[in-house]
């Protein structure tokens, strides 16, 4: 299966050279940085503009760095930091902790959606897009800031082309008050510069790039299989390459990278005695904090550390000491099928500008080759830049949150516009949730005002409006509590029995959605939490994180007046009261054993990891979530009962393709 790869060269990428700072104090370290060299330029620039736009290569220390030089001009307000994803909002947070020399949460914190490490102390706050963004719509001015910096702005996330509208409102708003200033600073990699200058109509800072020359390597024949290419080129490179020279492979996901890992690992113990250890680090955002912290320590003489990242190691996270990149080419995307409302993650191609940044990491501290398991005509085909977000995904709750605000999606001042179908969608969608009374006269209801409270997806709050419906709001808080955090299952590769077995303990034969109810249920009575979840093979982290969160749900839902019932055994109300927001996600089983999904008619199987999974196919269930990769995937799923549907859906659109059925 293992047949030797062959690359041909495809050039450099740009250079210039700077030492290694590995071994250097932290002072010294910040002094090192492409960024200190701009910091007096950067300062004066400061005090004279009110907006800033800076590009600079990832790893040169805009994150870490900016804030500080802003922090001396003596402002009186906060400096808020937003970040698109909150590990890279928490571990940046960290380390300027540690360079400020003070602890997390004083002088430097950071809050994320339902976590908030910050004192009446903090002057420089992390946070992620989503997080501003609702502090934004609760006060449009801002007031607690003197200087907001949107970060990675070149990602294009749909919380942050929301915020450069709301950021850019705030300043203009304070100076015609005659307020304090507001600056705004905004970050970005090398990409697309021009468009941002026209948007905020300021020219653009440079940091000089000091990266260090990293030769380009493309596959000199198509490959059918990602996987396997990039196992044979790690090989390869492991055969020839001096230990400590670590590689890092950019792959899409959290299966395919635990089973990658595991692989590797495998063929590692039976390798060539003479050749250094390898250690295997995976890298995503699902990851516990403390394991994804561990790809940045230090690794003993003669073994070389691999690093499995998903493309949050593209810009966001940097990890000294790769010489070696090898890029699979594709990634994992939230994608939108703008006919039937539908979201799915997929499998797809990265574009260009994404290939060059995952190249450049193979060269921060030294010089290095990328491997690509593509060819150089299959990297023509790419996508120049990576579409923003809001060009393709489902733009429902960012409507909500504008029309919360009183303003209307299509006369908002966007980067970008989102096309009138995909906002008709939304609406469309709005209509069917009960937020809005039509989608010609998109006005808010009671309810979508209601759903406009809650920082969560519009149909999860929807869930917890209608429970009340049900008397079930006790219930549907755990589950929307657990379904928003991270994965509470633990699976050991090496205990998969055991760990099976304990968890089947908790398994409803109706499904997931009532399983994690359980699980929430038993852990709720629980005293010795540690050693329950231990025996239980469950996450404590994210079942406290779950704990957390249904406890801010819960004061959320006491404000506005929502009752807190129980149905106690019932547990049908729940099943059914889980329509009123999944009603987009029904699948109907087929002849041929596949599932086929009623709004957007996509051919599915249930989830290798779910309660029902290998067990006599219901004829109907809802899903949470549908997931693509080379086959199709529903996750966590539930049996539903099809008179449910017109009993809580009366004006379900797909009524009648269903009824053709039962
Ligand atoms: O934002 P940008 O990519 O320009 O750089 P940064 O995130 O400010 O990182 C600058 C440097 O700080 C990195 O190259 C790392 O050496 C170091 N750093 C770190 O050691 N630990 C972190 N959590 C973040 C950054
Ligand atoms: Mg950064």
Redesign the pocket.
Known sequence: MRKELTFTSGGASSSSSYNS??SLSIKA??QH???YSCRLRFIQEARRLDTLLLM???????????PQFLLSLGMKGMIAVTQPRRVAAI??A???A?EMQCKLGERVGFTVRFEDCTSPATKIKFVTDGTLLREAISDRLLKNYSAIIL??AHERTINTDVLFVLVKEAQRQRSFKNMAPLKIVV?S?TMDIDHFSKYFGVKGMY?EGKTYPVKVMHAKERQTDYHNACLVTLFQIHMDAPANHDVLIFLTGQEEIDAMAQQIRSIAKNADRAAPNIRVFPLYSQLPQNKQLEC?MAMPQNSRKVILATNIAE????I?GIRYVIDSGFVKRRVYDANSGMDSLKVVRISQAQSWQRCGRAG?DSEGICYRTYTCAEMETFDEMPKPEILRSNIYSTVLQLMSLGVSCKTFDFLDKPSSESVDMAYKQLQLLGAIKSVNFPEMTETGRQMAKFPLDPKFSKLLITSQEFGCLEEMLSLVAVMSGENIFIVPTERREQASLAHGKFESKYGDHLTLLNVYLAFQKTEKIKLWCHDNFLNTRNLLYARDVRNQLKDICEKIGLKLESCGTNLDLVRKCLLSGLFNNIAELQRDTFYLTISSRQRAKIHPSSVLSGKSRPNLVIFTEIVATDRNFLKTVTVIDPEWIEEVVPNYPHLSRLRQNF
């Not at 600079?56 to 900016?66: H, L, R, V």
Request: net charge positive; charged share 20%.
């Open positions: 700072n590995q370290q910040q940085l492409p960024i600079g290569e990832t790893g040169s220390g805009k994150t870490t760095q900016i571990t940046v960290k380390r300027v540690q970060d990675e970050m990699a940091v940045f810009t966001s996270i940097t000294p921060r």
